[in-house]
């Protein structure tokens, strides 16, 4: 069983578009993550949730909406997609403290045409 | 926001040689992990350590933690191709951040 799935593993669209990512955990996990890597490999945070409360929301478009309808399940609700958006997205779970591991999906690979 | 610098950011090294990469801070850290990614996947944890001056060994890797908890290394013995990968180090920040560095892309030559 995969511990963090997170849907589609790529996704193309065009600049405009509205776009979600989904991911699930089955770690029982409380704590939800949202990171960005971009082309240089720098994972920047973007959200956290904790038991489906948002708990950091980093500097962030606003275009950018997280939505967690429980606490196995944080999405990612992108609008009006820009060129600059292109990026791999990683969901993350974490069971307990901040110096507990984080464990990570495969990753969403975002372009925008 | 805390800065991790990892350096360097791209070695290449024949299988066989030993390798050193290091992650740096000006600021200090209640705990630093270790993290492996490979292409098309997410990191996964390697080691965490918290206490400074700590090492710790997972086979052939050596992590130690800094005296004043600012900085780590990694060395690694006897590189293997299956060692190839981008290590990230990340600090807590104790505020519920794990803050990432830039990582360091190794690649073991067979």
């Known amino acids: 069983d995969t511990a963090v799935s997170q849907t589609p593993k790529y996704l193309v669209t065009q600049m405009g578009n509205d776009k979600s990512i989904k991911c699930e955990q089955n770690l029982g996990h409380d704590t939800m993550y949202w990171y960005k890597q971009d082309s240089k490999k720098f994972l920047k945070i973007m959200f956290s949730?904790?038991?489906?409360?948002?708990?950091i929301n980093e500097t962030v478009p606003n275009r950018f909406s997280p939505k967690s309808p429980d606490k196995a399940h944080l999405n990612l609700h992108i609008n009006s997609l820009e060129l600059g958006d292109s990026a791999v997205y990683f969901c993350?779970?974490?069971?307990?403290?901040?110096?507990?591991?984080?464990?990570f999906g495969s990753g969403t690979q975002l372009s925008v045409l | 926001t805390q800065l991790l610098e990892q350096s360097p950011q791209f070695l290449s090294i024949q299988e066989g040689e030993n390798l050193t990469v290091y992650c740096n801070s000006s600021s200090v850290f209640s705990s630093l992990q270790w993290y492996r990614q490979e292409p098309g996947e997410g990191p996964v944890l390697l080691v965490t350590?918290?206490?400074?001056?700590e090492v710790k060994k997972l086979k052939r890797l050596t992590f130690q933690f800094g005296d004043a908890r600012k900085d780590s290394s990694l060395h690694i013995t006897a590189a293997q191709p299956g060692d190839t990968g981008l290590y990230l180090c990340a600090g807590a920040d104790g505020n519920n951040r794990l803050a990432f560095g830039k990582g360091n892309q190794v690649v073991v030559i067979p």
């Open positions: 350590v918290v206490t400074g001056g």
């Open positions: 949730y904790n038991n489906k409360e948002l708990i």
């Open positions: 993350a779970s974490r069971g307990g403290a901040t110096n507990e591991k984080l464990f």
